[in-house]
């Protein structure tokens, strides 16, 4: 019996592009931001999710709960304002920007 599979080498659709992630020191103002969080009390964990479109990192009081926020960046926006956002629980957009280190700074997390 002869078997029509084929192997496929670096099959173009397949790769993740090197952009398709935060980046290095877009990853540290995050991770530096839920440093200070966590020590206040605020959030507990956290989590990655990775799209196609986006790539999202999810805050949580508590494990067992559904995120409190989500900090993404999408890898395409229709509109510059859209590449960083952070959304609520439903992923309503609750603050934008082109630029993720002034969202996260201009954010005041107690009134969000």
């Known amino acids: ?6 192997l496929v080498i670096n099959n173009p659709q397949n790769k993740i592009e ?3 992630f935060f980046e290095k020191d877009e990853l540290k103002i995050i991770l530096d931001l ?3 969080m ?3 009390g605020s959030w507990k964990d956290y ?3 990775i799209s196609s479109k986006q790539v999202s990192f999810s805050v949580f009081k508590n494990a ?5 926020y989500k900090i993404c960046k999408n890898f ?3 509109n510059k304002n859209l590449k960083y ?3 609520d629980t439903n992923g309503k957009v609750l603050k934008n920007s082109f630029e993720l280190k002034i969202l996260l700074k201009n954010t005041n997390w107690k009134k969000l």
Do not use: C, H
Not at 1 to 6: A, D, H, T, V
Not at 64 to 68: D, K
């Open 38 to 40: 966590v020590s206040e």
């Open 47 to 49: 989590g990655l999710n």
């Open 18 to 20: 090197k952009k398709q």
């Open 85 to 87: 956002l952070i959304t």
């Open 34 to 36: 839920y440093a200070k």
């Open 76 to 78: 395409k926006p229709k």
């Open 64 to 68: 067992t709960e559904n995120a409190l």
């Open 1 to 6: 019996m002869r078997s029509n599979l084929k």
